[in-house]
């Protein structure tokens, strides 16, 4: 007679008699699936990459995430063979890592492509985890960070493939605007898979092992016949510097991480709510008087408006955007008297601070990046035009200038701007005037608001008084400063209301710190509409 295992049985208060050898190990099962998803491409391959300090899928999560707050979302999902030459293969988590967990006490939504399983590659089922880990995001209105670690799309499986990407892009842009969308480049991005990260909000990009581009070295060579290494098309240095695709360059994973926590200390959790402020209880507003010194007292003089911005803004908030691309304007996060603002300044120390059209694009962007998710915009203007050239005209400065007179004006946010020095033409307007709805212009006295540069409209004004004058460089100079107090003095757009106030630079944060706490409550309603038709 077999052996049985007795058990009472509630429901009929007798006894039941069931197989030992037969009754499930339901322990054993959850246990074996556990470890094959933890596995991921095994053990061996996961060392190898730690031993080239890279870290992990699931490293980079850990790392994210407050302790033990991190949830998986399809742990169980598994290709199985589905597709031309997968037969019996099994990919642990179909080689991305998804779920949901705590950063910054903050819920955040996350996603990490597994290069140690087949290449981290994306198929169907690889696919729809994203694509559900962000619906996720949108209903619960959270951030996304993705980790992006792929060889590209599973040419095993064909038009599932592609599919799977369309359905990724369609919901990064369903969610832009609704949610913050963080990429980190800790690998390959080719392909396809550079476009999800290019719909999203920052890009961070790990310098020395990750790469991103649409169509590689041997493409190239083989199309165009022009030799180019892997550096030359997707590196880090290319996309943060030349061309602006990345706004961070980290040095390794785990300064990427760092990145990542710091950006959203400013970040609301999504489009419905504030930043993260954190009023000072009390407004600072005594002057710094060490700050007038530091501002030269050659208008033709470069200023580093990055030491303006040091001590402007609280001790050590400024996170600066795209540090490396489009170097004449400024663009980052900080917090003034602990509001979170976004700064955007020119920059004299480089290309005398002009707008061009790489700046205008940095700028445009950014600020309907503030616009979308609530953040206050500060202004800080040294700009003495767009820059000149047959290279700028060519390329469209038109089309490219005007959208930052798009995304200033189309901003509801308060805004607030400090015209420090030059202020000329098209760019004195690009760089949110009162007329591009700026809640407040503070202008200091030394700045010169005009239709050009006073040595400019000298030599167009005065050209035959130049032409008799004995000394004509001496002559130009004294029709400049002329010029300058009867034309472009401070004074004259604070009397024709073109500016609230005329401050000295050592009043300048306490003044903005005062205004800002005003202008929190602002609406702005605008005609109902779809969207505007910003000049891409």
Known sequence: MDETTKTDSPATGGAADTPAATAPDWRKTLREHRETALAGGGEDKIEARRAKGLMSARDRLDALFQERTFQEIGAHAQQRGRHFGMDGKVLPCDGVIAGTGFVNNLPVAAFSQDFTVQGGTLGKAHAEKIVDVMTYAGKNGVPVVAFKDSAGARIQEGVDALSGYGRVFYENVRLSGVVPQIAVIAGPCAGGASYSPALMDFIIMVDKNAHMFITGPEVIKSVTGRDVTMDDVGSASVHAAVNGNVHFVAEDDEHAVEIVRRLLEYLPANNAEDPPHQPHADIELDAEEDLDDLVPADPSEPMDTLVIIERLVDPDSFLQVHERWA???????????????????????????????????????????????????????????????????????????????????????????????????????????????????????????????????????????????????????????????????????????????????????????????????KRDVRPPKKHGLIPL
């Not at 700064?343 to 002009?354: D, E, L, R, Y």
């Not at 760089?431 to 591009?436: Q, V």
């Not at 004995?470 to 002559?475: F, G, H, L, R, S």
């Not at 106030?501 to 050592?506: T, V, Y």
């Open 327 to 521: 170097r004449n304007l400024i663009v980052g996060f900080a917090r003034i008297g602990g509001i979170v603002v976004g700064i955007v300044a020119n920059q004299s120390m480089h290309m005398a601070g002009t707008l061009d059209i790489d700046a205008s694009d940095k700028g445009a962007r950014f600020v309907r990046f503030c616009n979308a998710f609530n953040i206050p915009i500060v202004t800080l203007v040294d700009v003495p035009g767009f820059l000149p050239g047959i290279e700028q005209e060519r390329g469209g400065i038109i089309r490219h200038g005007a959208k930052m007179l798009f995304a200033y004006s189309a901003s509801t946010v308060p805004k607030l701007t400090v015209i420090m020095r030059k202020a000329y033409g098209g760019s004195y307007l690009a760089m949110c005037s009162r007329e591009m709805g700026a809640d407040a212009v503070f202008a200091w006295p030394m700045a010169e608001i005009a239709v050009m540069g006073a040595e400019g409209a000298v030599r167009i004004l005065n050209r035959k008084e130049l032409k008799d004058a004995e000394d004509p460089k001496a002559k130009a100079k004294e029709l400049a400063r002329e010029y300058r107090e009867r034309f472009a003095s401070p004074y004259l757009s604070a009397g024709l209301g073109y500016v609230t106030d005329i401050i000295a630079p050592s009043e300048t944060r306490g003044q903005l710190a005062l205004e800002l706490r005003k202008t929190l409550g």
